[in-house]
């Protein structure tokens, strides 16, 4: 696999810059905008981020992903969204919001080697797992720590791992990896669960889940093969230590979408995440959402996708609009 190029070019030492779309993120959704926009020979400016490709980038085997019947790797598939984004227009540029004036129009955005003035705006800035931060937990992602059962279970075909979390989403990725894995073991802080009754009983009815309560993961270790083995940890009633062997950790103790950058801008549910309609249209017309940004529910790179080309689609439209007006 080629190495990955990105633009290191700025939009000139300080310097405003018009564009017809800005694209602010790279994951698979803001490569999706950035190739639907260029077919629509708007040359838009897609600005990387500080993470090129977003959370899939890091995904050591993507299977789920349509075209690729034998998987692709998380950064190759990044580097053919790049790929075909440039070939029909789209400017990639390793650079970084770091604030949005949206009171007006063309939309400002200021990056950390100038600005950009823009007439629609794709916002596909993701969401970013919540973390542990313990010893061992980023050392180990991608080789036994993973934050996605859809995306990484198969790898652990008939090994045993553990699950963090006590919510919805550690009880739905608990049952699914229990397709492939012998053994689920659910470890939570508490000594009762948060999750909803019904998804509660489904993993308490499955016999190869079974429940550490009232204990805490305090550190993600290895034997030296440079793979998680084991993980020590702590009862939180009693203060007793532990080692408990394990062939992965799963955590899902939630995310965070990346949105504070636009808050008293943008419309945001409780959680944060950007509110869009069917149209991935926000509250600011002319500024559109795509991806986890706005999606707390699927996050998958095929969501993410079709997200990020519907909201191409209607920003063109609302660029066709203007223009006629």
Not at 293 to 301: E, I, K, L, S, Y
Request: proline share 3%.
């Amino acid at each position: 696999m080629d190495e990955m190029k990105v633009s290191s070019k700025s939009n000139g030492s300080g310097k405003s810059e018009h564009v017809k779309m800005l694209v602010i993120g790279s994951g698979p959704a803001g490569f999706a905008a950035g190739l639907y926009a260029g077919r629509a020979q708007l040359n838009p400016v897609i600005l990387t981020g500080q993470e090129l490709g977003g959370q899939v980038s890091i995904t050591h085997m993507v299977e789920n992903y349509p075209g690729f019947p034998e998987g692709v790797a998380g950064p190759e598939l990044t580097q053919l969204f790049q790929k075909q984004a440039e070939r029909f227009g789209a400017k990639v540029v390793f650079d970084t919001a770091s604030a949005v004036d949206f009171s007006k129009r063309p939309y400002r955005v200021t990056t950390y080697s100038g600005e950009y003035l823009a007439d629609t705006i794709v916002i596909s800035t993701g969401a970013s797992p919540r973390k542990l931060d313990i010893p061992g937990e980023m050392k180990y992602t991608g080789k036994g720590v993973s934050y996605c059962g859809t995306c990484d279970g198969f790898f652990f075909k008939d090994k045993e791992v553990i699950v963090v979390g006590g919510g919805d989403s550690a009880m739905e990725e608990g049952s699914f990896l229990t397709r492939f894995a012998n053994k689920v073991t659910v470890i939570h802080r508490r000594d009762e669960l948060r999750a909803s009754a019904i998804l509660e009983q489904r993993a308490k009815n499955n016999e190869k889940i079974d429940f550490i309560w009232d204990t805490a993961v305090e550190s993600i270790e290895s034997k030296g093969d440079g793979t998680v083995d084991f993980v020590k940890l702590k009862n939180l009633k009693s203060g007793e230590l532990s080692e408990f062997s394990t062939d992965g950790v799963f955590i899902f103790i939630g995310h965070l979408p990346n949105t504070a950058m636009f808050a008293n801008q943008l419309e945001m549910d409780d959680a944060g995440y950007l509110v869009v309609n069917s149209h991935m249209e926000t509250n600011v017309p002319g500024v559109y959402a795509a991806g986890e940004v706005a999606d707390p529910h699927f996050r998958q790179v095929i969501t993410s996708a079709g997200m990020g080309a519907a909201a191409a689609i209607q920003a063109t439209r609302h660029l066709e609009e203007l223009e006629e007006a």
